[in-house]
């Protein structure tokens, strides 16, 4: 096992340090209008190590991991961390170091399949979009699977082996109609590998149903009318307010910058009906899409209540910043390949549920929008956010209008939580998540759907 | 070289119709500084192989960071296996333009004390300069890149160069008020200068420190003028090209579809790829599907003179192979400066960086108008807060009414100012 090789090194560290083997394996086929476009497999692995000094850190890493390499890994970083300390003389003080051992392994329990198995799973789902929908003008499946496989050692005695899949499908649809073309996508997936979603394309092809109809609506939907408006957001989208709107605004980091949410520690920055937590690995003792049981600095990961109806509570942080904030690490520290260095992320950040229903919260809007679909998002210091919207409704007098064409939505978010009046029993998990801070990461979020106000873009 | 030889001896050996191998080594060094403390020397050392097999027409790839002959072996076999579970495609197939060409343009050497005295002299100004400025992170990297691309019809290339990345990030901090974060990134040849002075920096951090006092627009909603900054150009810009590469041009969605040689943008409007270009520190000789990239137009006076099609999508569509696939993008100079330009607008914004949803297929997009500023009767009156702006990016760079004089080089793009009319904006 590849964690016992690693432990090999554990007397040969100098002071902090942390030393990982790490493998990504990422498969990657697209079928556009029926033909295979991309077919390929990528595989990266190697090893890593981070030295503390003073204040600084040292990093080094290296594909090549034979018994010299990993030396060489282990004193490269080592040099750095003194090189940059003598020249930076930020004398702080020392990271905490408890140490802990975990294993946690996601591999599929099923038969693997083959490529070939793959490809035509996906000719599957072409075949029976071309066969039911003869106005379509292009459609695109993708297979996109990640492997994470971790194994991390460090001076404190932590030892830790961890494997976590991701595997999504998207599925994205194109109609033509007056001579304008218009696009809707959407995935299915999540922790697992292939071979625990995709067994049967029969059922996909509800989903597939659902976008074809929704595709229609929105080609013959209205463009919403910009300005400041009363909107549902929908369990699908209301886990990007969570993670970028707020998310990123109370990530330690960004906090010791200077972002927004510093003067907002135990204060009112929502409705009292707003919670929000970064869940580590487990919802209701189901593992999350994204489940971090330890981090790559060898914490043991634990839930950050963010708010707590209404009030900043905590902030989400790394061994540097738990230090510099008098506080203890939560586990947020994550890196995406062997190659990086642990940044401070979120992992599964989501609102909790409230007690309305969703039709109860549609009833109560008498101008408004219900916005179901996203296909980006971005936020800000200022805790500015927005996000593209590719698909909702007009509510009008309490019903469902007509659909909507392509928008964004916008505000601050923690203006926007003040004005949260409703949040419905559901909870939703998005599973596609990247999040892109120096690194690439999946993340996952989620949440109800909730009722509030925000600026819309329109003609 | 002789690795990639015996990988497509392997290829072929096994089975491989036709084959390409390329092999990337990269040697990065950097230094991060965050939240005003330089905390990080990260050194990495990396190989990207990448193989390619057709077997009767029906194509697989595989890249894996190891380049010992077991992982090589094991590769190999794994892909020939994937390639022949695969789907034909008449499309599939490697460069037959024969070539053997070395490209180099080595510079500099890797310097850790002139890296740390740069980022730290870049920090002491800033600061010194602007108290209500925090320097949320700036990266400073060496990267030392080597690629060497062979195929089985014999076409043998290399590429050897090494250059400088610099990105800064920052925002207006005073008492409890925030302004947005801004930043900019900027590829450089050498260390020989301040970075303090690069780009776009100066005229960005001092905006970010006026967007503390950054108001809503008078008046709710109304079509005004929009003047795009060098900084905010690139995000609307490659949107326009995706229409131009494999996948959009091979669904058949693209907006530019059947227009080649048309006119489809403002005639103002002149972009050209230059993947070999004096003035831009980044280089791009060839593609990865080993065809030699060359500086042409993209639009020439707003006619559509190139797609950026790949080997692959210029099979498949029919259409020729692009001057690059998109890299070092330079919009030529206009003939106005920018205080004239600011002059001629009666009503609309400066826009210092676009936060939007991905534009529609057709065009039409949406989002915030961030580091941006209010002009009204020629004058800037105030910088901007909570500000959306919609229109339909086909429309806008139709509508461009003028091109500065000044342009900024990024390293990798060249970008002056671009005016245009008719863009919804609004204010909450």
């Known amino acids: ?459 | 070289m002789e690795l990639l030889d015996k990988c497509l001896a392997l290829l072929k050996e096994k089975g491989a119709d036709e084959g390409e191998v390329s092999l990337t080594h990269f040697q990065n060094e950097e230094m991060e500084l965050k939240a005003g403390e330089i905390s990080l020397l990260r050194s990495r050392d990396e190989y990207h192989l990448t193989l390619q097999a057709i077997v009767d027409k029906k194509k697989a790839s595989i890249q894996i960071n190891k380049i010992d002959d077991e992982a090589i072996a094991e590769a190999v076999t794994e892909l020939l296996r994937n390639a022949e579970n695969s789907q034909a495609d008449e499309a599939n197939e490697v460069s037959g333009q024969i070539q053997e060409r070395e490209f180099s343009d080595f510079k500099d050497n890797y310097d850790p004390e002139l890296m740390y005295k740069r980022l730290d002299r870049f920090r002491e100004k800033a600061e010194a300069d602007y108290p209500d400025l925090v320097l949320e992170g700036a990266l400073l990297e060496y990267q030392n890149k080597f690629n060497y691309y062979r195929n089985t019809k014999g076409v043998k290339l290399s590429s050897n160069y090494d250059k400088y990345l610099f990105y800064a990030s920052f925002f207006g901090r005073r008492d409890e008020l925030t302004s947005s974060m801004n930043g900019t990134g900027i590829a450089l040849e050498n260390l020989e200068g301040d970075l303090y002075e690069l780009a776009s920096l100066p005229s960005l951090m001092r905006e970010a420190v006026e967007h503390l006092d950054a108001r809503l627009i008078d008046g709710k909603k109304f079509s005004g003028d929009i003047l795009i900054t060098p900084d905010s150009l690139s995000g609307l810009l490659y949107s326009i090209l995706s229409h131009l590469g494999n996948s959009m041009l091979i669904a058949g969605t693209s907006y530019f579809k059947d227009k080649l040689n048309e006119k489809v943008l403002n005639e103002k409007f002149t972009l050209r790829t230059e993947p070999v270009s004096e003035y831009l520190a980044v280089k791009d000789y060839y593609g990865g599907d080993g065809i030699i990239n060359r500086n042409d137009y993209i639009f020439e006076k707003g006619v559509l003179n190139n797609y950026l099609l790949d080997l692959y999508g210029s099979k498949k569509t029919g259409l020729e192979r692009g001057p690059s696939t998109g890299s070092n993008l330079v919009v030529e100079a206009g003939d106005k400066s920018l205080p004239e330009m600011i002059a001629s607008i009666d009503r609309g914004i400066i826009l210092g960086r676009f936060s939007g949803g991905h534009p529609a297929t057709n065009g039409d997009f949406s989002g915030v108008a961030k580091n941006s500023y209010y002009i009204e009767d020629g004058e800037i009156k105030y910088p901007i807060k909570e500000t959306m702006i919609s229109g339909n990016l086909f429309e806008l760079f139709q509508n461009i009414v003028g091109i500065s004089r000044e342009r900024v080089n990024f390293g990798f793009n060249f970008f002056p100012y671009i005016h245009a009319r008719e863009i919804v904006i609004s204010s909450r």
């Open chain 1, 1 to 459: 096992m590849k964690l016992d090789y690693l432990r090999d090194f554990r007397d040969e560290f100098a002071g902090y340090t942390e030393l990982r083997l790490q493998e990504n394996t990422n498969i990657y086929l697209r079928l556009l209008n029926g033909d295979l476009v991309d077919n390929y497999k990528k595989t990266a692995g190697g090893v890593s190590a981070r030295v503390y000094k003073d204040g600084v850190f040292g990093f080094a890493s290296s594909p090549l991991i034979d018994k010299g390499n990993v030396r060489e890994v282990i004193k490269k970083s080592g040099e750095n961390a003194v090189l940059l300390a003598g020249m930076e003389r930020l004398n702080k003080g020392n990271l905490a170091e408890e140490g802990h051992e975990i294993i946690k392994d996601f591999s599929t329990t099923r038969p693997r399949a083959s490529r070939k198995e793959m490809i035509e799973f996906l000719q599957e789902l072409y075949d029976y979009t071309v066969r039911k929908y003869s106005d379509i003008k292009a459609s695109t499946f993708v297979l996109n699977s990640l492997d994470m496989e971790k194994n991390l050692v460090t001076s404190f005695d932590t030892y830790a082996y961890t494997m976590v899949p991701r595997t999504i499908l998207v599925m994205s649809l194109v109609m033509e109609k007056d001579g304008i073309i218009y696009d809707l996508s959407d995935l299915v997936g999540g922790l697992g590998q292939y071979e625990d979603f995709f067994t049967e394309p029969e059922k996909i092809y509800g989903q597939i149903d659902t976008l074809y109809k929704r595709l229609r609506e929105k080609a013959e939907g209205v463009y919403p009318e910009a300005g400041f408006k009363e909107v549902i957001l929908d369990s699908k989208i209301s886990g990007i307010l969570a993670h970028e709107a707020i998310g990123h605004t109370v990530e330690a980091d960004f906090v010791k910058s200077g972002s927004v949410a510093r003067d907002y520690l135990n204060k009112e920055v929502g409705s009292e009906l707003v919670n929000l937590v970064d869940f580590a690995a487990e919802y209701e003792n189901k593992p999350c899409p994204v489940p971090v049981y330890i981090d790559d600095e060898g914490t043991k990961a634990e839930d950050v209540v963010i708010i707590k109806d209404g009030i900043l509570k905590n902030y989400m942080n790394n061994k540097e910043l738990a230090l510099e904030f008098g506080t203890a690490p939560t586990g947020n520290a994550r890196a995406y390949a062997f190659s990086d260095e642990p940044l401070v992320r979120m992992r599964n950040t989501a609102f909790l549920p409230g007690e309305h229903t969703l039709d109860e919260m549609i009833a109560s809007i008498e101008d408004g929008y219900y916005l179901i679909e996203t296909n980006n998002g971005q936020a800000d210091a200022t805790s500015e956010f927005m996000f593209g919207v590719t698909f909702g409704y007009e509510i009008k007098n309490g019903k469902l209008g007509k659909a909507i064409k392509e928008t964004t939505i916008s505000g601050v978010a923690f203006d926007v939580l003040k004005t949260v009046s409703m949040v419905s029993d559901e909870m939703y998990w998005s599973i596609g998540g990247m999040c892109g801070k120096k690194q690439s990461i999946p993340v996952s979020f989620g949440g109800p759907a909730i009722k509030c106000k925000v600026n819309i873009g329109g003609k």
